[in-house]
């Protein structure tokens, strides 16, 4: 018979989502914890090129190693896996190209803070939040419910938005979004001619300098998937400005004015200075060594280093605030995702159960962000697409809250996250001591409140 292809996806004008996608699972809140009732979620993708005439249980061996082959064949008996919409029965079945795979699997996403997010500002072009600690800004890797977007079309009923910059999920502070396509374009030009400005305030290890301070180091990609840099002088162009506002003996609190936007620009720039925030759990371990990375100097190659970095969290049990996972480092060699223009052509190693990157850069945005994830092994072209924007693949909207209550109320046999025990974090873990203060362009100017611990008189 003929083989069933579904239908080209239309083109979102924004980042959509539906009653049928909040439908999926529900919140409940915590010890200060938003959480989100584990869910059943179709991962989705077209043949790639490089899999035509590969039979599926190469593709998984090779490409989708977060699960051993034993659990896509478990998968496979229990109607999980299909192919063009018919059960796969056969992992021995050779893919053809534009075959189409859907995966449902059992889905667990990590807490977050269960501070709401304050609108600051919104009229018929933008809306202005305040973003807090431990919240991505869109779904990525085991984020999807426990995101700004999911959270802002939930519970104020903001859909449609479009992302103008981007925050590190554990950067707190003034986040925007244009409500319409006309007004995204217009901030990407003032992006483009340099025209925002963005000023950050973070409390910092010891007693910053009085005088302004300027750092240019070049930032290198150690690893997009961990999400760490470092100064390197392949790494490419910065300028961040550093001007202390108070000082409590121990601790000093910073203003920070980054005018280029790389990767943990401000973090990776205060940790060079000898000042890493207070708080960071990437810059301030010791992983680094005694002097924390100051100067430059690290007495480890990059792999040694992001192994000590994903020992240290491990111990702690917290994997999750670093924003990786067991089965995500299991899935790939570290150390081999460096940010060499070089390895631009390879494919990434795509994942139809779970990933934990955020990619680094939305397709539809040129500029970069300061404080953002860089890219996992879901950020590019190459890898897995979720296709859940605007059509109309998946259940129903009750079909959907069905799903969500059996997914909730018992364990699933083939999940491995069930059979797993974590600590939750608490929430004092899930604040890190940067605050995104004021965003401002050629038309307008936004500013949140102080954060408590930047306060002069606050102790830790």
Request: with cysteine; hydrophobic share 30%.
């Given at each position: 018979?003929?083989?069933?292809?579904?239908?080209?996806?239309?083109?979102?004008?924004?980042?959509?989502?539906?009653?049928?996608?909040?439908?999926?699972?529900?919140?409940?809140?915590?010890?200060?914890?938003?959480?989100?009732?584990?869910?059943?979620?179709?991962?989705?993708?077209?043949?790639?090129?490089?899999?035509?005439?590969?039979?599926?249980?190469?593709?998984?061996?090779?490409?989708?190693?977060?699960?051993?082959?034993?659990?896509?064949?478990?998968?496979?008996?229990?109607?999980?896996?299909?192919?063009?919409?018919?059960?796969?029965?056969?992992?021995?079945?050779?893919?053809?190209?534009?075959?189409?795979?859907?995966?449902?699997?059992?889905?667990?996403?990590?807490?977050?803070?269960?501070?709401?997010?304050?609108?600051?500002?919104?009229?018929?072009?933008v809306v202005v939040v305040d973003k807090p600690s431990s919240l991505p800004v869109h779904p990525c890797g085991r984020f999807r419910h426990n995101t700004v977007i999911f959270i802002l079309g939930k519970e104020h009923g903001l859909k449609e938005l479009h992302t103008i910059h981007?925050?590190?999920?554990?950067?707190?502070?003034?986040?925007?979004?244009?409500?319409?396509?006309?007004?995204?374009?217009?901030?990407?030009?003032?992006?483009?001619?340099?025209?925002?400005?963005?000023?950050?305030?973070?409390?910092?290890?010891?007693?910053?300098?009085?005088?302004?301070?300027?750092?240019?180091?070049?930032?290198?990609?150690?690893?997009?998937?961990?999400?760490?840099?470092?100064?390197?002088?392949?790494?490419?162009?910065?300028?961040?400005?550093?001007?202390?506002?108070?000082?409590?003996?121990?601790?000093?609190?910073?203003?920070?004015?980054?005018?280029?936007?790389?990767?943990?620009?401000?973090?990776?720039?205060?940790?060079?200075?000898?000042?890493?925030?207070?708080?960071?759990?990437?810059?301030?371990?010791?992983?680094?060594?005694?002097?924390?990375?100051?100067?430059?100097?690290?007495?480890?190659?990059?792999?040694?280093?992001?192994?000590?970095?994903?020992?240290?969290?491990?111990?702690?049990?917290?994997?999750?605030?670093?924003?990786?996972?067991?089965?995500?480092?299991?899935?790939?060699?570290?150390?081999?995702?460096?940010?060499?223009?070089?390895?631009?052509?390879?494919?990434?190693?795509?994942?139809?159960?779970?990933?934990?990157?955020?990619?680094?850069?939305?397709?539809?945005?040129?500029?970069?962000?300061?404080?953002?994830?860089?890219?996992?092994?879901?950020?590019?072209?190459?890898?897995?697409?979720?296709?859940?924007?605007?059509?109309?693949?998946?259940?129903?909207?009750?079909?959907?809250?069905?799903?969500?209550?059996?997914?909730?109320?018992?364990?699933?046999p083939l999940c491995p996250e069930c059979r797993v025990t974590r600590r939750d974090p608490s929430p004092k873990e899930l604040v890190m001591y940067l605050h995104a203060l004021r965003y401002k362009g050629a038309e307008f100017e936004y500013c949140s409140k102080m954060p408590q611990?930047?306060?002069?008189?606050?102790?830790?």
């Amino acid at each position: 018979g003929e083989r069933y292809v579904p239908p080209p996806r239309k083109l979102s004008t924004g980042v959509s989502f539906g009653m049928e996608h909040f439908a999926e699972t529900s919140y409940y809140f915590e010890g200060g914890l938003r959480q989100v009732r584990p869910y059943y979620f179709d991962f989705r993708t077209y043949c790639k090129g490089r899999w035509v005439g590969r039979s599926l249980l190469d593709v998984f061996s090779t490409e989708f190693r977060a699960q051993p082959i034993d659990y896509y064949r478990a998968a496979a008996r229990a109607g999980r896996l299909r192919l063009n919409e018919e059960p796969v029965r056969d992992l021995d079945i050779v893919l053809k190209n534009n075959d189409f795979l859907r995966n449902t699997v059992h889905r667990h996403e990590p807490p977050v803070t269960a501070q709401p997010i304050r609108v600051l500002a919104e009229d018929s072009a933008v809306v202005v939040v305040d973003k807090p600690s431990s919240l991505p800004v869109h779904p990525c890797g085991r984020f999807r419910h426990n995101t700004v977007i999911f959270i802002l079309g939930k519970e104020h009923g903001l859909k449609e938005l479009h992302t103008i910059h981007r925050l590190d999920r554990m950067t707190s502070g003034v986040l925007m979004f244009a409500k319409t396509l006309e007004v995204s374009k217009r901030m990407d030009e003032q992006v483009r001619e340099r025209q925002l400005e963005k000023e950050y305030v973070c409390r910092v290890v010891g007693e910053f300098p009085e005088h302004e301070v300027v750092c240019e180091e070049p930032i290198l990609v150690v690893s997009y998937k961990v999400g760490v840099c470092r100064v390197d002088p392949r790494g490419k162009p910065c300028q961040t400005f550093f001007r202390r506002l108070s000082y409590n003996g121990r601790s000093s609190v910073v203003r920070c004015v980054p005018r280029t936007g790389r990767t943990h620009q401000i973090r990776v720039h205060l940790q060079y200075l000898g000042h890493p925030i207070l708080n960071d759990p990437i810059y301030n371990m010791d992983a680094w060594g005694p002097q924390r990375g100051k100067g430059g100097k690290v007495d480890k190659t990059d792999e040694e280093l992001l192994k000590a970095l994903v020992e240290e969290h491990r111990s702690k049990q917290s994997l999750d605030i670093l924003g990786v996972s067991e089965e995500d480092l299991s899935s790939s060699a570290e150390g081999k995702d460096r940010d060499d223009p070089s390895d631009r052509s390879k494919p990434a190693q795509a994942d139809l159960v779970s990933t934990s990157s955020c990619p680094a850069r939305d397709p539809q945005r040129g500029a970069e962000d300061p404080e953002r994830n860089p890219a996992g092994p879901l950020g590019s072209s190459a890898s897995l697409e979720v296709l859940d924007k605007k059509e109309e693949l998946g259940a129903s909207e009750t079909q959907s809250r069905q799903r969500a209550e059996e997914a909730s109320e018992e364990k699933d046999p083939l999940c491995p996250e069930c059979r797993v025990t974590r600590r939750d974090p608490s929430p004092k873990e899930l604040v890190m001591y940067l605050h995104a203060l004021r965003y401002k362009g050629a038309e307008f100017e936004y500013c949140s409140k102080m954060p408590q611990w930047a306060m002069e008189d606050w102790e830790e």
